[in-house]
Each structure stands twice: as C-alpha cells, then as structure tokens.
C-alpha cells in the first residue's frame, strides 16, 4: 500500500501524527545467546530521512534486514508501509528499495544490462524497462558509462548505479545501509545530493551510517542504537542538548567590562589573561536572547561571542560509552542500552 494512504495515526493529545512509513514496537531479535536487537521502538514519518547510528555490531544491518523481510524477528512488531512484516511480506517487498552495504551490481556485464536486469526481475515489459532504464541512467549521470562493464566504474559510479536499480521499482521506503562506506568526499556529497532529491520526490530514506556528518546533514530525525537498544533518539540538535559541555564565550577587550560581566554572570568561569568568560548554555536561541538582554539591562557589550555546542561526535562517544545512560531531554528519549551481529 503506498505511503500516500497509509491510516493516520493519534497522538495522546488527540491530534494526528504524521503516517509512519515504519514503525516498530518491542522489536527483537537474538543468534544464540548474543542479543542483537533487544526491544526497538521506532515510528518514522512518511517522506522522511531517518538515520540509525551506531558503532561496528550495534545492530543496524539486522534492523535493515528484519524491516525489509530478508530475515525474521524473534519478538515484537513491526509494520513498513502498512503492511505487518510477518503477516504481508509480500506487501512489504512491493513497497520497499534495498541498497546493502555491498553493491548488488554485477560487474562482468554492463550498466544499462544491470538496469535492464532488474527492470525485468520486477516484471516490467520490454519498452517499459527500456524507458525506466534510459531515465534513472540520466539522471544518476551514467548514460555516458551505460555500455561499459560495471567492473569499469568508479566506487561513487556504482553506489549510483546500485541506488538507481533499487529505484527501477518506484519504492516509495528505501533502505540505505551504510551507501556511502568507501566513497570519497567528493562521490559521498553526491550520494548525499541523491538522497535529498528522493526525499523531495516523497520517497521515505531509512539510513544506516557510520558518518555521524552525513546523518547532521541528512536526517530528520536520529536515532543511536547501542547494546541492541535505542540509546536516544532525537533531531540532531536534540541529541546534541543531551550532552553537556555547551557554553557561550564571551571576549572583551576593556577590562571594566570584563570585570563587571564577570561580577554580573557569577557562574561563569573566569580567564583573566583573554579577559573572556565562559558561559554554562544549551546554545538553544531563548538562553541566548536571556544573556543578551541582561548584558544589555547592565550596560555590558562584549567585543566578541561565541556559541559553542556538543557536535554528533560528542554524543555518539558518550552515548556508546557506557551500557547505562541515562541522560534525560524534553524531546529526545534516552533509554538503557545493547550490541549486534552481522
């Protein structure tokens, strides 16, 4: 069923929710004894990107796999595009795009061959296949290489190619495990160019990713999994609000100044020879408008500030650092944490 009627769902203050292009409720899974995903809630808007972050074996690649029906979960549920993951597989598979970490391209024949490949794995007839193949190979620049063997092409020239067979199918939710794992600065700008004209479509992203610049720049929303468990879950600048260490510095370059900002803002800390201050902030607009007007209501102008806030990386080591955080914000969800298995 595509994204477009999926049923709306209700808030606790009765208002709607945005459609979940995939939600999951207590979604677990384990090999052996080695617990990999251990209770995943997730409820990813439709025409969204979603990003899950995590180190090497947190799990990622098996939620990706639960999700799009290549393996099974053990507990919980969970639903992608309407459909129950156990009960309509097949209604899964119809809405979905998968891009693995490892390219599906078979490089001993040609690009257009690959596409032409696809288009007939998902029942397209001849000319249809044909069209379909001629447009995604123009718009991901690969006409010029169309005729070449794939094994020819550069690391970003089959990631592109890879993505563009996985849109043959018109998937309305695709699944992005790690696509830019290799890729050079260049070819990964690219790929991110990609993902932003997918979204633009309607296309819901879910996105695995070890880059925690790529997940700023991309996601609407993040989520870190660690120890089989969501450690926290929020817009980027959420996550970077559950970490302290955020604070403004404030400059100046007349002593007097200094010394009455220092006497006002008394729990500020002090560096005498820059004749600057240190400010405790969450960098959020409101506590900054706050210091400013009481500088103002004091007379007191600084020469320069400077916000300074936990980046992603901040977050990342501290939330996969420990098996127990339990770091709490208004809008993003820390919960206790787990680790997975490939």
Not at 216 to 231: K, M, N, P, T
């Amino acid at each position: 069923m595509p994204s477009s009627v999926m049923p709306t769902s209700k808030r606790s203050d009765g208002h709607p929710s945005p459609a979940a292009a995939v939600s999951t409720v207590g979604l677990r899974k384990s090999y052996g004894d080695k617990t990999v995903l251990d209770g995943i809630d997730l409820h990813i808007p439709a025409g969204s990107v979603f990003a899950l972050l995590g180190p090497n074996g947190a799990g990622k690649t098996t939620a990706v796999k639960i999700l799009s029906t290549l393996i099974s979960a053990d507990g919980g549920q969970a639903q992608v595009a309407g459909h129950d993951i156990a009960d309509s597989p097949e209604g899964v598979r119809a809405a979905i795009g998968v891009t693995g970490q490892f390219s599906a391209v078979d490089g001993l024949i040609t690009g257009e061959e690959n596409m032409l490949l696809m288009a007939d794995l998902h029942h397209l007839s001849k000319r249809e296949g044909r069209r379909v193949t001629a447009e995604l190979l123009e718009r991901f620049d690969l006409t010029e290489a169309a005729k070449k063997p794939a094994q020819s092409y550069s690391g970003g020239m089959k990631r592109r190619l890879d993505i563009a067979m996985t849109l043959v199918g018109s998937p309305r939710i695709i699944f992005l495990d790690e696509p830019t794992t290799g890729l050079d600065p260049r070819s990964r700008h690219t790929m991110w160019g990609i993902i932003r004209e997918l979204v633009s479509d309607g296309v819901t992203v879910f996105l695995t990713t070890q880059y925690l610049e790529e997940a700023d720049e991309l996601a609407d929303r993040i989520a870190v999994l660690h120890d089989g468990r969501i450690a926290a879950e929020g817009t980027a600048d959420e996550l970077k609000r559950l970490i302290p260490g955020g604070h403004v510095r404030l400059r100046f370059s007349d002593p007097a100044a200094y010394q009455s900002a220092a006497t006002a803002l008394r729990e500020s800390t002090r560096d005498d020879d820059a004749l600057a201050l240190q400010i405790p902030s969450d960098g959020s607009q409101r506590e900054l408008r706050s210091l400013l007007d009481w500088l103002d209501s004091l007379g007191i102008e600084a020469d320069e500030l400077t916000v300074h806030t936990p980046d992603l990386d901040d977050v990342f080591f501290a939330l996969t650092a420990s098996t127990t955080s339990t770091t709490h914000a208004p809008t993003a969800v820390p919960n206790q944490s787990k680790e997975d298995v490939r």
